[in-house]
Structure formats: C-alpha cells, structure tokens
C-alpha cells in the first residue's frame, strides 16, 4: 500500500550577495597581528608625503587602538608561536617628548638564539627608499646579522647596570632585557670572580694585585678582575686566598626561570665543550625572588643542554662527582649571571692533605690567617696546636715561593682549545722560583701524637724536605719560645674539643703567655668570642672571619708583659 503522507523537503538557497562594489568582495583579507602592523607601519611611514609634510603637533596616536600613547604602554611582540618578547618601556625621561613622527615605542635590544626570527627595527624601514619594495612577511636574519657584535652590545645597553659588572639600579620590569655575551676570541679580556672565605676579601685584592692583574676590586666575597686566557691560569695556580676563578660569560635581567633558560641557550657554551663533555650546573643566590633554586639550576641545564644540540646534535651528559665543565648560575634580586668555572676542584684542595685532625682549617683559609696576622716569611713561627700541620705547611709554601696549585690538575685543562704548551711552559716558569732551602725557623705542637704524624705525612706529600718543619709532641703550656721574638699563629681548641677544664686552661695559657712570650705576637682564630675575656687580655685587633658555616672571629694580640694583668 503506498504511502500517501506528504513528506516534509529542506531546500538549501543560495545567501543573497553582500552589499558593496565587486571589488570590495574579492578584496583579500587583511593580516592582522605584530608583524602586519610593522609592515603597516612602515608601508605609512615610506610615503612621500609622510617625509614632507610638516611636523604634526598634536599628540600621536597608538598604531593598534587608535588611543593616545601613554609613557606606561607596554606592547608584546609576537615572535613566533611559542615566544613572546616584551617591547621595552619608554624612559620616564623620554616620556614628556612628543615624537614627530607617528612611530611605535621602540623595543629592547631583542636577541636571536638558534634559528629564532628577530623583528626588524623601524627606524631601518624608514631610514630605505620609499620606491625599495617591502614584503608582507620580514626576511629571515642569518646568525651572524641576528646576534650583534660585543662593542654593539656595550655601546648599546644605556644605563642598565651600573659599573659594568655591578649590582642594576632599575627596577626589572622598567628595564630592558637586554642580555651580555662576553667576547671570547683569542686574546680578549675576560671578567673574573675569585670567591674567597669572608673576610678575606682585601687579602685576596693584595696578592692578585702582586701576581700582576690590574684593577682588582674586593667585593662581597671575593675580588674582581679582567686578564687574558694566560693570567686565567695563573691566578689558578698561584692563588693561594681565592676559592675557584670563575670566568664571567653571560648576565642578564631575569624575572622568571624562562628569563634564565634563554640566557643559557644565548651562551656559545660550543666554544669551551660539547657533548663529549660531561657537565654539572651550580646554582647560588642572593635575595632573589625566585621561589625554587633547584628549579633555576634545571633551567639553566636545560638552556645549556640545547644550546648545543642545536648546534652538535646532542648534548653532554651530567656528572655531579667529576665533570669536565662546571657553570656556576647567580642570582641576585634582578639579574642572573653565568660563570664558568676553570678551577674544577676547590682551590684550597692543593692535594696533599690527605689526613685531617679533629678542626682542620682549609688550606686558603689558614693562608688568610698568616696574612691577616702580620707574618712575615723569615720570622720565626709557632702552632702549639699544629693539629694536622695546615697552617705550617702552608707557611712554608710561601716561604719557598711555591705555588699552591702546582701539584693538582684545573678544569681549564679538560676544555676545548686547551693550549697545553702554554700551560706547560707557565707551569715551568713558576717552577723556576721555588727556593731550593726553606730558611725560615717553623714549629708545630700538639698534645696528640697521632696528630704530628698526620702532620708530618701532609708535609711529605707537599714535598717539604722532613727537617723543613719541627713537628714535636708537646703540651702547650710547656713550651718555651724557639726565639726572642716571633709568631704564633693557631686555631687552638674550643667548644666540643674543650671538656669542663676549658675556663682553668685558657687562664693557664694565658700566664703561660705572658711569662714566656713577652714580645711576641699571637693570632688565634675562634668561634667562642669570649676568649680575650677567658685570657684575660685585650686584643688589638678583632676579625670576623668564617671557617665554613661557623662565625668566627681573629684575635691579634701583642704579648707585653707589664701591659697585661696576671
């Protein structure tokens, strides 16, 4: 039986056409977005009459809203689709200036890492011929025309950091990004940061301003310098204050952990290793802002790691034990810089103190203190609690002229572009000045026999003739002075080492002192800060110093028997 029932039928018709000319219907469709206003904007600024037409006096208008410009305006540049560039803010300065010709706030110095695009700048479109043909879509920069020269990039910065390598101040977010790549071809001078313990600092500027660096300045820490390649590995191997060299390579403003990945991706890290190395990142800061250090150093690994699969096609494994590079990462409340480290070891490690006593003192650390003291080579010297013989050794190091880091390999050598006959022949000069005989008169004591051995197997391993150094048992309040006048420079025992008879031992060490000694000076090195009061003397001088994490303090006194009361 058929199926009479009407059936419900949808017919689609055509939309009628659109109001307006043919020629506005097969318009193409306009771009939209940064780059269509760059060419925009520079499409306007090449017509004739935009050069010779007067001076337009009222205030300009914002290119994408039509708005007046305001000083606090801050437009994003899309550079590609995962990065965003933020455009710098106009000075506060520059901000009450009309400009006189319509024109975007300029951005910062924007760099180009990999095969990252760079904006043109604006100023070279209207600087062009207006009959020079511009594309809809700006050509691809190569390498060497995106990153700028060394001398562009300083000439260029403007005040963003005062003193070069000093602390900004600007706020972050009112500065432009703009990033410092240190030159690194042959025979440019490096900056450089030599950490030492605190309160050695001016000590450290003494003996690099001997070893011949100029303008060295003490800071929080450490001292910085600028030398060659050469004077790189010389502060390593003479240094005996300093804790690491650390060669400055990048710094930058950084408002978050991105900020510093695309620093380290920005670094030619390809010029010292690659991925035949194996690396480890160090991280340190100072009132930063950024919530997770641990984070910031993942960041800069990261930025390392593809800088050079960008450009080797793989990347270094990490060693946290014994790496071949070593990159330090600091920040402070604005900015991050990275420094690669040509030490590798600690430097106070000289390898020769294999046996340690109960409070050893690092090796740079007992130097400071002979040279805090006033101690001269030649002047007679005395531990009475030599331990495991550290300060003594040390000592006689610098009376024989011998450079600490002549025995130890450094990082430097294990780097790309290692000149290991210039090493070799720098390590053959300072050879040559080690004196052949140690005159100056040393003595150590302590109560612990074990201790003088330790001490006297230290002082073999550092290649010390056995006599160089008297190292004796004795009971500190029972020694007699080798000489009329001399040193005495210790780190005699204190809290845990101390049992209940510490107040009657320091008393007694006291007359002991001022019965014998009459004549000598006496520097000891304590985290108890009470100990002139435990001697019963007055010391002339005090010197906060820190031995690792203790605060501690260097007494210096001047044994004069009738100035002191018994």
């Known amino acids: 039986m058929a199926d009479d029932t009407p059936r419900k039928t949808l017919s689609l018709k055509k939309s009628p056409p659109a109001s307006g000319s043919q020629a506005e219907r097969e318009a193409p469709r306009q771009r939209t977005g940064a780059r269509a206003k760059a060419v925009a904007q520079a499409r306007f600024e090449r017509r004739p009459e935009a050069t010779d037409a007067p001076q337009d006096k009222r205030r300009p208008q914002s290119p994408d809203k039509g708005g007046p410009s305001r000083a606090g305006f801050r437009p994003v540049v899309k550079v590609d689709a995962d990065r965003q560039v933020e455009a710098r803010r106009p000075s506060r300065a520059s901000s009450d200036v009309r400009p006189q010709s319509r024109q975007k706030p300029s951005t910062g110095s924007e760099q180009a890492s990999g095969d990252r695009r760079r904006r043109p700048e604006l100023k070279e479109h209207a600087s062009r011929s207006a009959s020079h043909a511009v594309s809809d879509r700006p050509a691809r920069l190569s390498r060497a025309e995106a990153m700028p020269s060394y001398t562009e990039r300083m000439r260029h910065r403007g005040p963003e950091i005062e003193g070069g390598m000093g602390r900004p101040h600007l706020l972050a977010d009112t500065m432009p990004r703009e990033r410092q790549i240190i030159d690194t071809r042959p025979g440019e001078q490096f900056p450089v940061f030599a950490p030492c313990p605190q309160g050695l600092e001016q000590p450290l500027a003494e003996e690099l301003t001997r070893l011949g660096f100029a303008d060295v300045k003490a800071g929080r820490a450490g001292c910085r310098f600028r030398t060659d390649w050469a004077g790189i590995q010389k502060a390593n191997l003479h240094s005996r204050l300093a804790t690491r060299i650390l060669v400055q390579v990048a710094r930058s403003l950084v408002a978050k952990e991105d900020d510093i990945l695309e620093l380290a991706r920005a670094t030619p ?298």
């Open 269 to 566: 890290w390809e010029q010292w290793f690659g991925p035949d190395h194996t690396l480890r990142v160090d991280t340190s800061a100072i009132r930063s802002p950024m919530q997770s250090l641990q984070y910031c150093n993942l960041r800069a690994k990261d930025g390392i790691c593809d800088r050079l699969r960008e450009r080797e096609g793989s990347r270094p494994s990490i060693d946290t034990v014994r790496p071949d590079a070593r990159v330090h990462l600091f920040l402070d409340e604005r900015s991050a810089t990275l420094y690669l480290d040509t030490s590798g070891e600690s430097l106070f490690k000289r390898g020769w103190r294999l046996d340690k006593g109960e409070a050893p003192l690092r090796e740079n650390l007992a130097s400071g203190l002979l040279a805090l003291s006033g101690w001269k080579p030649g002047q007679t010297l005395l531990d009475p609690f030599c331990g495991s013989g550290t300060i003594l050794i040390e000592a006689a190091g610098i009376a024989l002229g011998a450079p600490p880091g002549i025995w130890r390999p450094f990082a430097f050598e294990r780097l790309r572009n290692h000149n290991d006959r210039l090493w070799h022949d720098i390590k053959d000069e300072a050879r040559a000045g080690i004196a052949t005989r140690l005159d100056t008169p040393l003595f150590g004591r302590d109560l612990d026999e074990n201790a003088i051995q330790a001490a006297r197997a230290n002082a073999k391993r550092a290649w010390l003739a056995p006599d160089a150094i008297d190292f004796r048992a004795g009971d500190a309040l029972a020694i007699e002075p080798p000489s009329k006048q001399g040193w005495i420079v210790t780190n005699p025992p204190y809290g845990e080492r101390l049992d209940s008879t510490g107040a009657t031992f320091w008393r007694q060490w006291a007359e002991h002192l001022k019965r014998s000694f009459s004549g000598w000076q006496v520097a000891a090195i304590t985290s108890d800060l009470d100990l002139p009061k435990h001697l019963r003397l007055k010391p002339r001088q005090r010197i906060p110093l820190h031995n690792g994490a203790l605060d501690c303090r260097l007494f210096l006194f001047e044994m004069v028997a009738e100035g002191y009361r018994s």
